[in-house]
Every structure is written in C-alpha cells, then in structure tokens.
C-alpha cells in the first residue's frame, strides 16, 4: 500500500469521526405542541407526557369495616401502596372488574347487611374470585372459593347435577354465616378477613405462636400478608375511581336483561330440551344459571330450583 493510500484511509476516518462527534453534540429539540400528551384528571387540565409513570395518592386515613388500619406504620404504608399500585396499573382487569360488578355490588350489599357484616366484605369478594366463577389450583370454587366440605357444611348443595357455589346469591349468603361464625371467634374484622384467606385454625396458631392478637402485629405468610391489604385497595379504588384514572360513566357499567323466575318441581332429562321447548337456548339457561352442572337435573320432591332466565317482552 503506498504512502497515499495510508493518507487518504486516515482522513476518511478523521471526517467519519468528526461527524459522528458534531451529531452527538447536538441538542435534540422537541415541538411541545406536537409532542402526545394526556391530561392528568387529577390535576385538572395539567397535561402529562405520555409515558410518563403517574404516582397515585394513598389516603392519610382508612378502615376496614369500621376498623382502623395503622397507615402510620412505615411497612403498613408500603404494603397498601404496593397493592394500589399493583392493581391500578393492570388497568385492563380493574376497568372490566368495575364495569361487572354493577351486576353484583348491590345485591352482595344487601345481602351483606342483612345478615349483619360490614359491606366491606364485598371487596373480599373481589380479592378472592374478581367476582367471577372461577375455580382455584386447589378446587375452590365461586366468587367466595369455597371449597366442596366447607360449602356443604353452610348450606350449599354440591353433586353432579348442582354446584351452589357458583350460585352467587346464595353463595353469599353462606359466605355470610362463615364470616359471622369467624366474628364469634375472633371479635375482630380483620382478623375475620384474614382467617378467610388461610383458615381459622391457621390464623388462631399464628396469634397463639407469635403471642398477638393483630393481624397487622403478625408476621404470616406472603399470601395472607398481602391479602388485607388486597382488600383495602380494592376499597381505596372503588370508592375513589377518578382519583386512578378510571372515569367510567354511567353507560360503561355492565347489567343484567331483566330476569324472570321460573320455578322447577320436577326432574329435566335434558336441558338443552327443556329451554328450547320454552324459547330459550341451552347457552342462555347455563349463563344466568351456572349452577347447573350437567346436562339433567335432578329434582328431590319438596326441593323445587328457581331457575333464572331473561324476560320475554
């Protein structure tokens, strides 16, 4: 290679570097009025860039049916804030969650009230199934996850034919009887909430063990720790929509067609039969009725079912 070829290798490489250098050192600009915004509702009109991380308020005070959570307490704070954060992020499952549960909220409520717990058990509802029918790794079922011994234990029906469990009214109403029982135990609401999670002989030896009778005093298991405050932040978020973006309007939230009762007194062989003699198809009797397990029902004399179907005009 002779000397001129070296000389003219080394000043193309001078000017690359040189240029490279010049665009590095340039400023990058930005047109504000072009630049994708969104407003913080929050705030008003006060925009945010997109893609920014919001921070969401957590409140100075709070209960759980009726009873106060140390929000004083550092690693209390925390907890509560991990599960806000954890649940108004997955804004997908939290949006349709809030749009369901227009069909159940109301209900649950009453049901609650009358037997005597704290509405904010409907918000355990939540933790536990997002009140859907769904059946835990370890088969409990229903919007409470009950398992098989202990719903038939309060009251619900559990065969082939029938699964009470994913009945939610009466479901509640057994969950209810649970929660009231557990009351007479401990004498504590929270305590109640937390031994739903991972039994009452559980929940009884960690008090027994560790000498305290607090569930926020008690060190548990990463489930049940987690789980109050699950709970509370459901509570945190539903009561305060707007104040995590959620700014549903009345239209947005799911409901119900208006139901009739249709009483069954008598066994049905076949209930795709059955609801098409009636006008129904077998998709919608299993939709309002998930409690139907199979495709026959059998009925005890003196045990008629209230079947629930969509009222023709």
């Known amino acids: 290679m002779t000397r001129y070829h070296l000389f003219f290798i080394y000043g193309m490489l001078a000017l ?19 630049e994708p915004q969104f407003m913080d509702r ?17 409140p100075d005070s709070l209960t759980f049916a ?28 939290t949006v349709l969650l809030m749009k369901r549960s227009a069909k ?36 409990a079922k229903g919007f409470w996850q009950f398992m098989q011994g202990t719903a038939r234990d309060f009251g619900l029906e559990v065969n082939r034919n029938v699964d ?26 929270t305590a109640v909430a937390a031994s739903y999670n991972m039994g009452q002989a559980g929940f009884s030896r960690r008090q027994s063990e560790q000498l305290e009778e607090d569930y926020y005093q008690l ?27 959620f700014n549903l309007r009345p239209r ?7 139901l009739e009762v249709l009483i069954v007194r008598e066994g049905i062989s076949n209930l795709a039969t059955w609801a098409k003699s009636r006008g129904y198809s077998y998709k919608e009797l299993k939709l309002y009725n998930p409690w139907m397990r199979g495709r026959n029902l059998n009925v005890r004399k003196g045990k008629p079912y209230q079947v629930l179907l969509p009222k023709k005009p």
């Open 104 to 139: 159940y909220l109301p209900e649950i409520s009453q049901i609650l009230q009358e037997q005597g717990v704290p509405g904010d058990f409907k918000y355990l509802a939540m933790a536990e199934s997002g009140l859907a029918n769904v059946t835990s790794p370890a088969g």
């Open 66 to 93: 009726g009873e106060r959570v140390p929000l004083e307490k550092q690693d209390i704070f925390e907890r509560l804030e991990r599960e806000i954060y954890s649940i108004a992020y997955w804004q997908s499952n």
């Open 219 to 245: 060190l548990l298991n990463d489930e049940t720790s987690r789980y109050i405050f699950r709970v509370l932040a459901y509570k945190v978020i539903f009561e305060n929509p707007q104040d995590y973006g």
């Open 16 to 34: 690359c570097l040189a240029g490279i250098g010049f665009i590095l050192l340039q400023k990058p600009t930005r047109d504000d009025a072009t």
């Open 164 to 189: 009470e469990r994913y009945h939610w009214q009466k479901s509640t109403f057994a969950a209810t009887q649970y929660l009231n029982q557990a009351h007479k135990k401990f004498g504590n609401w």
């Open 42 to 58: 929050q705030q008003g009109m006060s925009p945010i860039p997109l893609g920014s991380i919001r921070i969401f308020p957590i």
């Open 252 to 258: 947005d939230y799911y409901q119900d067609p208006e």
